[in-house]
């Protein structure tokens, strides 16, 4: 199986702060990559697919980046609504896996 | 407006069956796979399988392998869970979402989520 890590697993920060989270796979994934965003008692949310690509609705302060094994997804403002768990996601290979997270705080 | 509803989860005894159910509506339903995550409280998301667009497919993760049956009435709009010899350890939310197969490769919709605890 696949296994992706996130780093950091959580951060504290500001409205306005630029917020950058990386996750790594255990192999290649080509640009199978997606980001998720989850709100407490919430479903995910899908962000960005195929490591760049912004979903309908969502706002262009978020972006990602990234192939082989390591990408970013970057928050170049936080606005408030963003305090969340922010999740990637593999769809190079069954079983799809997740990361296991990312806390963002206010600080 | 797109959306999917699932419904059936509640407490169960372990090794206890228990079915759940996801209606999909605002979109195409037999055109797309379909797919479902759990959450274990306080845990990340754990894909658990996801079924072809005709159900000829059919896809789980290891740790349900030969307890948990997926299927899908495509008439209906319907997904289904089957989930037999419960455990501790499937104590979760559960979600149906849609995996977009041509350009996302990704969940794209989900159901808000049906809760299920296996417990005696």
């Known amino acids: 199986d696949i296994q992706m890590t996130q780093s950091p697993s959580s951060l504290s920060a500001s409205v306005g702060d630029r917020v950058t989270i990386t996750c790594r796979a255990s192999q290649t994934i080509s640009n199978y990559l997606n980001w998720y965003q989850q709100k407490p008692g919430k479903a995910p949310k899908l962000l960005i697919y195929?490591?760049?690509k912004l979903q309908s609705g969502v706002p262009s302060r978020f972006s990602g980046s990234g192939s082989g094994t390591d990408f970013t997804l970057t928050i170049s403002s936080l606005h408030p609504e963003d305090f969340a768990t922010y999740y990637c996601q593999q769809s190079y290979d069954k079983p799809f896996t997740f990361g296991p997270g990312t806390k963002v705080d206010i600080k | 407006e797109v959306q999917l509803v699932e419904s059936g989860g509640g407490l169960v005894q372990p090794g206890g069956s228990l079915g759940l159910s996801c209606v999909g509506s605002g979109f195409t339903f037999r055109s797309y796979w379909m797919s479902w995550v759990r959450q274990a409280p306080g845990k990340g998301l754990e894909w658990v399988a996801y079924i072809k667009e005709d159900g000829s497919e059919k896809y789980y993760v290891d740790s349900v392998k030969g307890r948990f049956t997926m299927s899908r009435d495509n008439a209906k709009n319907s997904l289904d869970l089957q989930m037999n010899s419960l455990r501790a350890e499937d104590t979760a939310v559960y979600y149906c979402?849609?995996?977009?197969?041509?350009?996302?490769?990704?969940?794209?919709?989900w159901g808000q989520g049906t809760m299920v605890t296996v417990s005696s």
């Open positions: 195929v490591v760049s």
């Open positions: 979402a849609r995996y977009t197969s041509w350009g996302n490769d990704a969940f794209d919709i």
